[in-house]
């Protein structure tokens, strides 16, 4: 999806051409309610309400896929692998992150090509956050 910008040919993010931060809203969002019933996921969240990490997540997200960049405004860098140093990431959680994620991707009925570019992400990103064998 392209447009013209004062005599320029641009480029829409994959944020803008995924309906920008309603998507990605209604995305973590229905990724939380899983992960608040899941006790495995559960428990590396130690604040009482999910709230807080739903809008970290969002907002990296959202910068990530080229809205705006409030999260680093925020929080600086994201520096993923190390904020996630203190908490036991193995296979098991990984997959169950990966499973809310995928209701809640399947439930924005994406283009295909829109879907599978926000999958191949999401897998990499749960694999790079993986740090306990087992």
Do not use: C
């Amino acid at each position: 999806m392209n447009e013209i910008r004062r005599g320029t040919l641009q480029e829409q993010t994959f944020y803008e051409q995924v309906g920008g931060e309603e998507t990605f809203r209604r995305l973590v969002h229905r990724f939380y309610e899983g992960v608040a019933e899941d006790p495995e996921l559960r428990a590396m969240y130690p604040e009482e309400d999910l709230g807080p990490a739903e809008e970290r997540l969002r907002l990296f997200l959202i910068q990530y896929w080229g809205g705006p960049t409030t999260y680093s405004e925020r929080r600086g860098h994201p520096r993923l692998r190390m904020r996630h140093v203190p908490f036991r990431v193995d296979r098991a959680a990984h997959d169950a992150w990966l499973r809310h994620m995928r209701v809640a991707v399947d439930e924005l009925s994406l283009s295909p090509e829109h879907e599978q570019k926000l999958w191949n992400y999401l897998t990499y990103a749960a694999a790079s956050m993986v740090n306990t064998p087992g």
